[in-house]
């Protein structure tokens, strides 16, 4: 596609239930990130795979938390045992190269009940 | 902990004006920066990036870049209500790849 594709748009959950949110880098770019803001604030760094290296997953917040990334391209991010403070939207980036201009996607908002 | 600083506004100019944006960062290894402008309800988009110091135009935008100080700005020329939104400045973190990005200035630019 022409731009970085999420999926789902919206996501609501209960409290306790696992969640996977999907995203679609720009086809080529060797670098995925993923952030969550939360309502007013800024962007929170969660983690990010540059090619066939280790993911830096410095930012996740807890172990509830994973993402993978399957063949350099789609990558899903996991959160077990939704919690409240989870709610958010996460929004996901891809950058042709490590560095570079990163392109957003259109989000995820999570809302946990 | 590197840190992107940004004043958090909200910033008023009126329309016709020059809205100028300010940011300081706190590595000194970061060679990148780069402003984002995002609608309420929207996902960031790039106005601008800039690598070397001084100044990079770009319509009715300019980045600014002083390394030395660690300081990045934005320069609105003719601000417009259209210009109404919050710009997020982000550094990037050494050579490790990621952005790390300030929490953003509201700006609002008044008809």
């Known amino acids: 596609g022409a731009g970085v594709s999420q999926s789902p748009s919206n996501k609501v959950t209960e409290k306790g239930k696992d969640v996977e949110l999907r995203c679609d880098p720009i086809s080529g770019h060797t670098a995925l990130y993923w952030y969550r803001q939360s309502l007013g604030q800024g962007l929170e760094f969660l983690i990010y795979?540059?090619?066939?290296?280790?993911?830096?997953k410095s930012g996740l917040p807890s172990d509830r938390f994973s993402a993978e990334r399957t063949g350099g391209s789609v990558s899903t991010l996991t959160i077990q045992r939704t919690q409240q403070e989870d709610s958010a939207v996460y929004l996901c980036a891809s950058s042709l190269l490590a560095g570079g201009t990163q392109y957003f996607g259109p989000g995820t908002r999570l809302t946990v009940l | 902990q590197k840190e992107v600083e940004q004043n958090s506004g909200p910033l008023s100019v009126p329309e016709g004006a020059i809205a100028s944006l300010n940011c300081t960062y706190s590595d000194r290894g970061s060679q990148s920066f780069f402003w984002y402008r995002q609608y309420s309800g929207k996902s960031p988009e790039l106005i601008m990036f800039i690598y070397s110091n001084g100044d990079k135009e770009d319509g009715r935008f300019t980045a600014q870049l002083n390394k030395a100080s660690q300081y990045v700005s934005l320069l609105i020329r003719d601000s417009q209500p259209s210009d109404s939104a919050t710009y997020l400045c982000a550094a990037e973190r050494g050579s490790q790849g990621n952005l790390i990005f300030g929490k953003g200035t509201k700006l609002s630019v008044k008809p």
């Open positions: 795979f540059q090619g066939n290296s280790a993911p830096d």
